[in-house]
């Protein structure tokens, strides 16, 4: 009776994908899992011949698995693995040239804020960053001619929602390559390739490891040519993996379903506890109906994801309260494993942004972003309730 066809790959549902994605184990001795190989080198038959293995930084058969594995779960026909998300960013960008011009998400991941003026900048890429949840704003900014458009949603810290197919068309139109960091939403439950980006680029560290435990990054493509040239980069300039961490991204691949599934639930209780505080003056979460990019994020997600930040009254001070008060939210960097943690964008992650750029953007000096993990909603709603008790006055309505 059923149409399902076990053999066929594609016709695969998520949580299948997940488990089963890339090589199904050791050829060699039957083993289930894919080995770990440890080598640098290999033995090669005859000098100047054309082995399938030679060198690691090359290619070596563990990071081959997990980019196999990594394209098929993000539904693309090659994928490359890097040593981390910035070291897929920068591979990116070394496809540029001196002139080029950028376009880029103004709520960014701070490290690519970085990457771009402190260091791309210098070598003469010059970056313009615009609001492109507002395609008016987009399209203005491609006025002028751009060799890439790089889009982040949902965006980090403020989880702002861009339309990713129309945007990716308004840049093709104008002979921009589009690149989206899908490292918020995860394959699970958004695949930028079918919108029309050329690229996406995932920080592994985050869920797709989803263990806080190895930092990684990897980049997807369809494109041919555009593998082949960030492929040749890959080798040529270097950022790759060791085979151990690619075997625990491999590992922590195999339950990215299940994660994403109670890592959403958990973020849904957490978002709605927050809106209905008195001591919250704003939650960011796209999957509350009052969030500017709801509907857009309904249409091109399969779910909301577990990032979400909020604004307390009371501004900084309140915030440094709560987190004081936080036992079960960890503070630290990072996101997307199965422990919970805080941070503090403005004198955390985004501090390499200009307070004034920060303001601007709408990342207030109280803002806090929480990265929900698997544990149960109950406990983390309490933990959160004792936190924002302690700033008493504010529940006054001050
Ligand atoms: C963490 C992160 C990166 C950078 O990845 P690293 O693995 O830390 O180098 C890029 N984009 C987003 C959205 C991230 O959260």
Same mark, same amino acid.
């Given at each position: 009776m059923s149409r399902f066809d076990p053999t066929r790959r594609d016709a695969w549902r998520p949580a299948t994908l997940a488990v089963r994605a890339g090589p199904p184990g050791d050829p060699e001795t039957g083993a289930v899992v894919f080995p770990v190989y440890q080598t640098s080198t290999f033995e090669q038959e005859e000098p100047g011949g054309d082995p399938a293995w030679c060198y690691a930084r090359t290619g070596n058969p563990t990071r081959s698995a997990l980019e196999r594995a990594l394209a098929e779960i993000e539904g693309a026909r090659f994928g490359l693995a890097f040593a981390s998300g910035l070291a897929a960013a920068t591979t990116v960008l070394l496809t540029l040239r001196s002139g080029d011009r950028v376009v880029a998400s103004r709520d960014l991941y701070g490290g690519a804020y970085r990457l771009f003026t402190k260091v791309f900048a210098r070598l003469g890429i010059e970056v313009a960053f615009a609001d492109t949840t507002d395609l008016a704003e987009l399209e203005e900014a491609l006025d002028r001619p751009a060799a890439l458009v790089w889009l982040e949603?949902?965006?980090? &810290?403020?989880?702002r929602v861009t339309d990713l197919r129309a945007a990716a068309a308004l840049a093709r139109r104008r002979g921009a390559r589009v690149l989206v960091d899908n490292t918020f939403a995860t394959p699970a439950l958004q695949r930028p390739l079918a919108l029309g980006a050329d690229v996406v680029l995932h920080s592994t560290t985050k869920y797709l490891n989803g263990h806080s435990d190895v930092l990684g990054g990897a980049l997807l493509a369809d494109d041919p040519a555009i593998h082949e040239e960030l492929r040749f980069l890959q080798n040529a300039a270097g950022a790759v993996p060791g085979p151990q961490d690619c075997f625990l991204v491999l590992r922590g691949l195999r339950t990215l379903a299940l994660r994403m599934e109670r890592h959403e639930a958990n973020a849904r209780a957490v978002a709605e506890f927050l809106a209905a505080h008195p001591a919250v003056e704003r939650v960011h979460w796209p999957g509350l109906p009052s969030h500017p990019g709801h509907a857009v994020a309904r249409r091109q997600m399969a779910g909301f994801g577990a990032m979400l930040s909020f604004e307390p009254r009371g501004g900084e001070p309140a915030a440094r309260e709560i987190l004081r008060g936080l036992r079960l939210f960890t503070l630290a960097e990072s996101l997307g494993g199965v422990r919970s943690l805080v941070c503090h &964008?403005?004198?955390?992650?985004?501090?390499?942004?200009?307070p004034e750029v920060r303001r601007a953007g709408g990342i207030g000096d109280g803002l806090l972003r929480l990265s929900v993990g698997c544990e149960d909603a109950r406990d983390l709603v309490e933990d959160l309730d004792r936190a924002l008790a302690a700033v008493p006055a504010r529940r006054a309505g001050v």
């Open positions: 949603s949902p965006s980090n &810290p403020l989880l &964008p403005p004198t955390m992650t985004h501090a390499s942004v200009e």
